[in-house]
């Protein structure tokens, strides 16, 4: 079996592994049965996945119970495990958004769901314009300052609060984010190559990527049609963002260079993700065992610039 590689997460001494294991959308969602989380969860281990991701939003809770009655079986200083706030969790007026409220009381719920006295990393899940950025800031500085977690990030951030917040923090000596979570494939790629990744790369900001395989579109499932109780049949939004005759065609072509390359489309498309030095780590879902050994041998698979110029031809 291919060793799994680790990246700093961006200029962090924190070492993730170049694949992650995710909970959204599968975890008390598309996966109810505890005993196939805990084969999933325990196989990735066994991968050399040390990067488990999660956010309170995920199934109302129920993603990081799931998750994290598993994890605690294992030995906790091997584990990168991460959370996010900020989505609504109730009616209640302030059980959303980033304010100081509601990242402190959200990530106690979170280690308690996780069953776990600290995370790894703590996400502001979305930017929220209605709070101050000192505010947020100095929120998730405290988090870090009182043992919860041990570093802060952004996700879906516009690269210039991202800057922002990197600015105010640095400027007054406070912890600010050493992470960005963007979506990122090889059929989401302007926002995060145009945008992000010419900040966050010169900042330092490491980049770990959620839905690196366009919810499944890139692993060939699509190919003829729409496979019953697969991820874009059930949600007709992403299924009509991914499943056009333009993508299938572009991920048909991508079969030869995967062939030739003696793996499979999966893992060409995770390898295309980390082709970027400026990602640390890609986030897979997994809804069976098969798919994290799939998955995890794309890391290492290095593409030569022959083989993006040809990627790059196909996706134009």
């Known amino acids: 079996m291919a060793r799994m590689e680790y990246r700093n997460l961006g200029k962090s001494g924190l070492k993730v592994s170049e694949i992650a294991l995710g909970g959204w959308v599968t975890f008390g969602h598309s996966v109810n049965d505890q005993q196939m989380v805990r084969d999933i969860v325990l196989k990735a281990h066994e991968s050399g996945i040390n990067f488990f991701d999660q956010a309170d ?6 993603s990081e119970e799931m998750m994290g ?19 609504p969790m109730s009616d209640d007026v302030n ?5 100081r409220k509601h990242v402190l009381e959200s990530i106690d719920k979170s280690l308690q769901r996780l069953g776990t006295d600290y995370l790894d990393i703590y996400f502001a899940h979305r930017y929220d314009p209605s709070v101050p950025m000192e505010e947020i800031v ?54 995060v190559e145009g945008e992000i990744l010419p900040y966050t790369e010169s900042a330092g900001v490491g980049l770990v990527v959620w839905s690196p395989l366009a919810m499944g579109m890139l692993t060939g499932k699509y190919d003829e049609g729409m496979p019953e109780g697969s991820r874009l ?12 005759e333009e993508n299938r065609a572009r991920v048909k072509a991508l079969k030869p ?19 970027q030095s400026g990602v640390s780590s890609v986030i897979m879902g997994a809804t069976k065992v ?4 799939d998955n995890v041998a794309a890391s290492g698979v290095k593409l030569d610039a022959e083989v993006v110029s040809r990627i790059d031809e196909i996706l134009k």
Do not use: C
Request: hydrophobic share 40%; charged share 25%; proline share 3%.
């Open 69 to 87: 009655a598993v994890l605690r079986e294992l030995p906790r200083s091997e584990l990168v495990i991460s959370s996010k706030v900020f989505w």
């Open 257 to 275: 260079i995967a062939d030739e390359l003696g793996i499979t489309r999966s893992q060409l498309a995770l390898a295309w993700a980390l082709r």
């Open 57 to 62: 939003v995920y199934a109302r809770g129920k």
């Open 138 to 191: 100095m929120a998730f500085d405290h988090v870090v300052r009182t043992g919860r977690a041990m570093y802060w990030g952004t996700s879906m951030w516009p690269a210039a609060r991202i800057a922002e917040a990197v600015e105010f923090a640095r400027s007054h000596g406070l912890y600010g984010p050493v992470t960005e979570q963007p979506e990122y494939s090889m059929l989401r790629r302007e926002r």
């Open 290 to 293: 098969q798919q994290v050994e």
């Open 233 to 244: 049949t059930d949600n007709e939004n992403w299924g009509k963002n991914f499943v056009t």
């Open 95 to 99: 059980d959303r958004g980033l304010s």
